[in-house]
């Protein structure tokens, strides 16, 4: 596993307070890359465990996001590797049916710096509605559709549903993603990822 890089945009970005009116935790952002990471995933926000412990996607949706791409925690976490770029850096805290949608004023500011540094060949997946709607705009009607889809957006993007305790459901109902997409996730993660 490689150390955390440590450069002018990672420091920029730490440094961050643009939402901090809003973030009732307070500004804590969460963000891996560096200029080698040729996998991206873009969610949604930190939970509030990952704002605790400041590591991403360390929660049960991580877990099964590290399933779904048949990656270990040490290359998962090798930002070398990786890159873990969330729609907003920060917990949005609390709403009344789960976490706040991510602060709408941290992409714009921050993605196209952090996406400028790595790799042109790079695979993205798109992590539930809120990267999907960022990065694909309105092709297809819904998060579904754009999974079900998701060879119409290769080789740049794979969409794919949030792995949160919702997404059981969302699988029972739509049993081709784990028998159509897992398996060419994985291997479009092996891919991105030779030697891994």
Not at 19 to 26: D, F, I, S, Y
Not at 84 to 101: A, E, N, R
Request: with cysteine; charged share 20%.
């Amino acid at each position: 596993m490689s150390a955390a890089p440590s450069t002018p945009l990672h420091h920029s970005i730490a440094a961050c307070r643009l939402c901090e009116a809003h973030l009732g935790a307070g500004p804590r952002p969460v963000v891996q890359f560096s200029p080698s990471a040729r996998l991206v995933i873009i969610g949604q926000a930190p939970g509030a465990r990952v704002h605790a412990s400041g590591i991403p996607w360390d929660d049960d949706s991580g877990k099964a996001l590290r399933d779904w791409t048949g990656l270990d925690k040490a290359t998962f976490y090798d930002p070398a590797k990786v890159a873990l770029v969330p729609m907003g850096f920060c917990y949005p805290g609390k709403g009344t049916s789960g976490d706040l949608p991510p602060r709408p004023e941290c992409a714009p500011q921050w993605h196209d710096k952090v996406l400028a540094t790595l790799p042109d060949d790079r695979l993205t997946l798109l992590v539930g509605s809120y990267a999907q709607d960022n990065y694909l705009g309105k092709a297809k009607a819904s998060m579904t559709e754009r999974v079900r889809a998701f060879a119409e957006f290769a080789p740049r993007f794979l969409p794919l549903p949030h792995p949160s305790w919702r997404s059981t459901g969302w699988m029972r109902r739509n049993p081709w993603f784990e028998a159509e997409v897992l398996p060419v996730l994985r291997h479009r993660v092996a891919g991105a990822l030779p030697g891994k």
